[in-house]
């Protein structure tokens, strides 16, 4: 079955890290309020980059949000997560940093979903076999991960089909085609 992009309402958030803005959502279950999912998206949203600070650039800030309710495409303005401040300095993030995203693939009863984060700083692929050479990191290979994962499904997320989302014990990163082409036009 497929399902619309506004099946269920949304709460969502943007975000500046490494010196590129960024829109991230947290859906809600279907005919709940407003106030439940803002609550759930802002909390959820508050433990994610709670546990990747260490590799978020300093310049993280929660920029605005919004709710979005089911079946419709109007917006209303929401109140932003609790700050969140970033380990580490924005003039160690490369172009490749700034143009990667982590993606947090899980499943719910009738479909896939999955959440993105932008402006991540991890490790340089230094030796064939680190964390970084196969795109893939799981829980095992790192705390950050670890901790973000068990926060995601401690959050109760839905998915799009409105059920419940369990995150997989593992997170791929990789450039994002459109932060890529950024790059080679000179403008990230």
């Given at each position: 079955?497929?399902?619309?992009?506004?099946?269920?309402?949304?709460?969502?958030?943007?975000?500046?890290?490494?010196?590129?803005?960024?829109?991230?959502?947290?859906r809600g279950y279907l005919g709940e309020s407003q106030t439940t999912t803002s609550n759930r998206g802002r909390t959820?949203?508050?433990?994610?980059?709670?546990?990747?600070?260490?590799k978020l650039s300093d310049d993280f800030l929660w920029i605005s949000a919004k709710y979005i309710p089911e079946d419709s495409e109007s917006s209303f303005p929401e109140t932003v997560p609790?700050?969140?401040t970033g380990a580490l300095a924005l003039a160690t993030f490369s172009k490749q940093d700034?143009?990667?995203?982590l993606h947090?693939?899980?499943?719910?009863?009738?479909?896939?979903?999955g959440l993105s984060v932008f402006g991540l700083q991890f490790a340089t692929d230094t030796v064939p076999d680190?964390?970084?050479?196969?795109?893939?990191i799981t829980a095992?290979?790192?705390t950050d991960i670890a901790n973000a994962i068990t926060a995601l499904n401690g959050a109760a997320i839905p998915g799009i089909d409105?059920?419940?989302?369990?995150?997989?014990?593992?997170?791929?990163?990789?450039?994002?085609?459109?932060?890529?082409k950024k790059v080679r036009r000179g403008s990230l």
């Open positions: 079955m497929a399902y619309a992009p506004s099946f269920t309402s949304r709460y969502v958030a943007k975000y500046r890290s490494a010196g590129v803005q960024h829109e991230i959502m947290i959820a949203l508050r433990a994610l980059f709670d546990a990747l600070t260490g609790l700050p969140i700034r143009s990667g995203a947090f693939p899980g499943k719910c009863t009738n479909t896939i979903g680190s964390i970084a050479s196969d795109y893939l095992d290979e790192d409105g059920t419940k989302l369990e995150f997989y014990n593992q997170a791929t990163w990789k450039p994002h085609d459109v932060y890529v």
